[in-house]
């Protein structure tokens, strides 16, 4: 099993930056393609970014390309999310994902952290 914990999140100012991290603990996951979600009140949740297990391929949701940068230190265990130019529609709870299969561009998120809150104000 992977416990995913997030941090990081809180309230800013429009045009303002977070970032979020996200420390994976028990069994190793180095390996796995790490993601970030996020879900606002009353919307699905839906995809952000992911990374490759080497950090050599990141993949953006358009809303947030340009904005956010996702980035892994595996000897830390560690996926983080750099998030800039935030805006009043990116508030929402970020949660991180890990996939133990599936390809870079076809993960299968079979972990995920409890979320942490992210709220922009205008």
């Known amino acids: 099993q992977v416990q995913l914990v997030e941090s990081g999140g809180g309230l800013v100012q429009a045009g303002g930056s977070l970032r979020l991290s996200c420390a994976a603990s028990?069994?190793?996951?180095?390996?796995?393609?790490k993601g970030w979600f996020r879900q606002a009140p009353g919307k699905e949740r839906e995809f952000v970014a992911a990374?490759?297990?080497?950090?050599?391929?990141?993949l953006y949701a358009d809303s947030v390309k340009g904005r956010f940068t996702i980035s892994r230190d595996n000897a830390k265990n560690t996926v983080y999310l750099q998030m800039t130019s935030l805006t009043p529609e990116d508030t929402a709870v970020y949660y991180c994902?890990?996939?133990?299969?599936?390809?870079?561009?076809?993960?299968?998120?079979?972990?995920w952290g409890q979320g942490t809150q992210v709220t922009v104000s205008s």
């Open positions: 028990g069994r190793t996951s180095s390996t796995y393609v």
């Open positions: 994902a890990a996939a133990s299969s599936g390809a870079f561009t076809t993960p299968r998120y079979d972990y």
């Open positions: 990374i490759s297990w080497r950090g050599d391929s990141t």
